[in-house]
């Protein structure tokens, strides 16, 4: 029953993540998909992510939740620009909605979009929204043996995030064991062990988006 | 196009879940089905509560997962029929999948029978599977404002577990606050804080399932 489904709903969202991906690349913007379960950190990594980085250049969020304003409304104190996606019972965002959110950015001025998936480890991977990157979060509070077990969104992805590092010595977590399960997922996975409540870890992160926004830039001046 | 495409799979749903019910209501059988996101620790609660009850009377288990078979070997361990399905892919369980699992499980032995669904606090919200009740579990870890981003698992739910409240002291957790937005999302929501790794708080939940399971019998006498 579901492949029957799912077909034609990820066909058409694939030509829509097509056109969205065209129109983010034309204008030089470093789009990053950030997924996770609920309740691993994405808002709180996305505050200090971005205090770090909006004063070296423009950044923009597109913030999807299932319902309430809660997350944009914690970004929006940032000073950055943020358009909310209710999905109103939606279990992942998709390349339409982004679509609209689009329509609503100051695109000429942005540097760097994040969209924050629906807190969901695992409809979220199938949907490509047109990003550059997707961004895995895990939080050590959720258990090593988490990519085995959902292994498609970290197949997805560019880098993962393990995030609550502050949590290890309370929790069972074994970061060498999670470490090699994405290993074996995916063998050329980049991790940032951090706490984005405390800021240890933070830097190697977020020198990695400098270094992703700067090479979208090298690619803008030689295409 | 998501209303489009779900109604005619829920309303197929919906009729083999009224035959798994009655099948597991004949045999005066409790059916609990277990919903979280990943990691709040549904397997570690199962373990603990199958230790606590399974010399009262005879329990199963359908281990929802999408890959792999670890929870499963952990419960293997416990001594009770366990049936593992995975989906795939697939991002809840459904009534079919169930009916399945029920074929293989020795039905006229067991007085409780545990569903853990895939780990996904939105998706199974949505899937009758044939059982008497649901239970959402919710970790400290995961923070205080989940219940209205996520509300359908809460009102579909005749109880709510806060798990890992031994993290309490290292958590931006509100217990108050969270317990406040379940009573605002459902009113008569039954709410078990407790641990389910150190064992504390783990008596009134257990005793609400052997409540459960003695009104089932009730009925089964008096039906």
């Known amino acids: 029953m579901e492949v029957i489904v799912a077909q034609p709903l990820l066909k058409a969202n694939e030509e829509l993540a097509r056109q969205n991906r065209n129109l983010l690349n034309r204008r030089g913007i470093t789009t990053v998909n950030l997924i996770s379960a609920p309740g691993a950190g994405k808002t709180t990594l996305l505050e200090n992510t971005i205090g770090a980085l909006k004063n070296m250049f423009s950044i923009g969020v ?7 304003t809660f997350d944009s409304e914690r970004l929006a104190g940032q000073g950055v620009a943020v358009v909310q996606i209710n999905t109103y019972g939606g279990c992942h965002l998709d390349a339409q909605m982004v679509a609209q ?3 609503r950015l100051p695109l000429d001025k942005l540097k760097l979009l994040f969209i924050e998936n629906v807190g969901n480890l695992v409809c979220p991977a199938e949907f490509d929204l047109g990003e550059n990157y997707k961004v895995a979060i895990l939080s050590v509070s959720e258990g090593s043996d988490k990519p085995k077990k959902y292994p ?5 992805s560019e880098a993962v995030v393990l995030n ?7 929790t069972d977590f074994d970061l060498a064991a999670a470490k090699e399960q994405l290993k074996e997922i995916k063998n050329n996975l980049v991790m940032f062990p951090l706490s984005a409540k405390t800021g240890e870890g933070m830097e190697a992160w977020v020198e990695w988006l400098k270094d992703k926004v700067s090479q979208t830039e090298k690619l803008s001046v030689t295409g």
Chains 1, 2 share one sequence.
């Not at 597109?62 to 309430?68: A, F, P």
């Not at 498609?152 to 997805?156: G, K, N, R, S, Y």
């Open 62 to 68: 597109v913030e999807g939740d299932i319902y309430t």
């Open 101 to 103: 959110a689009l329509e």
């Open 152 to 156: 498609l969104v970290f197949q997805e």
């Open 164 to 170: 609550k590092i502050d949590l290890l010595p309370y």
